[in-house]
């Protein structure tokens, strides 16, 4: 599906309260509450909390210190960041990794899909976008199909899954 439909998909929030921008340096600290939530945590591949020291770290190497690595936000009008979704660069397979993660309060309102689709259709990449996804986490393995990511291969415990951009 290309960004024209995708588009189309996203008409439920589109002009709505909620909002999809780039993240900005402001966007750390709840990205960083979001990100330690036991129930973000629950499929991370690093399942431990961060310490706020060591998050503030890497966020700003990993996104403000010239890195091709990304991320937008989902903001609620008038309240606050409520979700984010990184796209960082692997130079070894030339693709971005997508992690997506919504404040578990707004879960299961669509917005996880509002957040990826939007992603999709603002990131508007030259590459393909790539997600690792524990099979028990049926919430998110369904958000990335229903977001045409096709399942390319799978083990134990993961399937692997790649997103083309047409254009
Ligand atoms: C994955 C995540 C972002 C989904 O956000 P969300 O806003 O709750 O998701 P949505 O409401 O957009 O729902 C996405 C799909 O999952 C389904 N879904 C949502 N909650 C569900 C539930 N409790 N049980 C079963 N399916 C559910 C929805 O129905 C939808 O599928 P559909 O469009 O076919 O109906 C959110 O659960 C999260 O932040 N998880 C922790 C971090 C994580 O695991 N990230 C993924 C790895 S990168």
């Given at each position: 599906?290309?960004?024209?439909?995708?588009?189309?998909?996203?008409?439920?929030?589109?002009?709505?309260?909620?909002?999809?921008?780039?993240?900005?340096?402001i966007?750390?600290?709840?990205?960083?509450?979001?990100?330690?939530?036991?129930?973000?945590?629950?499929?991370?591949?690093?399942p431990?909390?961060?310490p706020?020291?060591?998050h503030?770290?890497?966020?700003e190497?990993?996104?403000?210190?010239?890195?091709?690595n990304?991320?937008?936000?989902?903001?609620?009008?008038?309240?606050?960041?409520?979700?984010?979704?990184?796209?960082?660069?692997?130079?070894?397979?030339?693709?971005?990794?997508?992690?997506?993660?919504?404040?578990p309060?707004?879960?299961?309102?669509?917005?996880?899909?509002?957040?990826?689709?939007?992603?999709?259709?603002?990131?508007?990449?030259?590459?393909?976008?790539?997600?690792?996804?524990?099979?028990?986490?049926?919430?998110?393995?369904?958000?990335?199909?229903?977001?045409?990511?096709?399942?390319?291969?799978?083990?134990?415990?993961?399937?692997?899954?790649?997103?083309?951009?047409?254009?």
């Amino acid at each position: 599906m290309n960004a024209f439909f995708m588009e189309q998909k996203n008409k439920n929030y589109a002009n709505s309260e909620y909002m999809v921008r780039t993240g900005e340096k402001i966007d750390s600290k709840r990205i960083w509450e979001i990100r330690n939530h036991p129930l973000s945590r629950q499929y991370s591949g690093n399942p431990e909390a961060i310490p706020w020291k060591q998050h503030q770290n890497w966020f700003e190497r990993k996104y403000f210190a010239g890195a091709d690595n990304h991320f937008f936000v989902l903001e609620k009008s008038g309240e606050e960041t409520i979700g984010y979704c990184r796209l960082d660069f692997d130079s070894e397979h030339n693709h971005y990794i997508v992690s997506v993660a919504i404040d578990p309060q707004f879960h299961g309102q669509g917005l996880g899909n509002f957040l990826l689709s939007e992603t999709i259709v603002k990131f508007n990449g030259s590459k393909n976008l790539a997600a690792e996804i524990q099979k028990e986490n049926i919430v998110s393995v369904k958000l990335f199909q229903k977001n045409n990511f096709k399942i390319l291969s799978e083990d134990e415990k993961n399937y692997y899954l790649k997103y083309t951009y047409l254009n």
